[in-house]
């Protein structure tokens, strides 16, 4: 069965420190991956997907990401932290090789110290 | 162009009592879907639709009801409320590319 695993629940960093989030997924094709941030109270915003092609992907807000099939992971990156980056991030993968029926990691909680 | 809108925002009800939680689109979406998001468990599928008409299945969708008579309105019904529907719940709609997530409709079942 597909799966993502989100490893970190909760990640402190300093406002200017670079940022990893660690994504980890289960499936026997080339997925569609997706990274959702979701600040407290609000609905799910989309900050980057992957469906093919360069496996070094852009996305807003100063964040990336790199696709490794070899690790099957899709972790996301950011060189420099802003306070506002604070809030929680979520890893998906469309279920069945698609990009309708997302499977959802667990959540990251990112605090951000001043 | 509102995009996904959910109402009720907030939502208390007691056991057994029924509800519906309503979902509209205006980016004529064919693809619409439920999720509830848990603490610690992130975003599960309860139903989705491909089209008007057309529903079936996600992960969770035991206690949960769903139509879609338009492209534009996808409502989720709970017809015997249960504390364990304690809940968010988001709509989403969804283009060739990308999922759009609703605000939320928080959900507390005592």
């Known amino acids: 069965a597909q799966s993502v695993t989100q490893p970190d629940i909760h990640i402190t960093v300093s406002e200017g420190a670079s940022l990893e989030l660690r994504c980890n997924y289960s499936?026997?094709?080339?997925?569609?991956l997706f990274w959702y941030v979701q600040s407290p109270g609000q609905g799910l915003q989309l900050l980057l997907k992957?469906?093919?092609?360069?496996?070094l992907v852009q996305g807003i807000k100063g964040f990336e990401a790199e696709f490794k099939r070899s690790q099957s992971s899709f972790n996301l990156r950011k060189p420099s932290v802003h306070w506002s980056d604070a809030a929680e991030y979520f890893c998906?993968?469309?279920?069945?090789?698609?990009?309708?029926?997302?499977?959802f990691g667990a959540g990251t909680r990112l605090a951000v110290h001043p | 162009n509102a995009g996904v809108t959910q109402t009720p925002k907030f939502q208390v009800l007691k056991t057994g009592q029924s509800m519906t939680l309503q979902c509209a689109q205006d980016?004529?979406?064919?693809?619409m879907s439920w999720y509830r998001q848990d603490p610690g468990m992130g975003l599960r599928l309860i139903h989705y639709?491909?089209?008007?008409?057309?529903?079936d299945q996600g992960e969770v969708p035991n206690g949960y009801n769903v139509s879609r008579s338009t492209t534009e309105d996808f409502p989720l019904r709970l017809l015997s409320a249960a504390p364990s529907q304690t809940s968010v719940y988001f709509c989403?709609?969804?283009?060739?590319?990308?999922?759009?997530f609703g605000p939320g409709t928080r959900l507390t079942v005592t």
């Open positions: 989403a709609s969804s283009s060739q590319v990308e999922q759009y």
């Open positions: 499936y026997g094709a080339t997925p569609y």
């Open positions: 992957y469906f093919s092609g360069d496996t």
């Open positions: 998906a993968v469309g279920a069945a090789g698609g990009y309708n029926k997302l499977i």
């Open positions: 980016m004529n979406h064919e693809y």
């Open positions: 639709s491909v089209g008007a008409g057309i529903t």
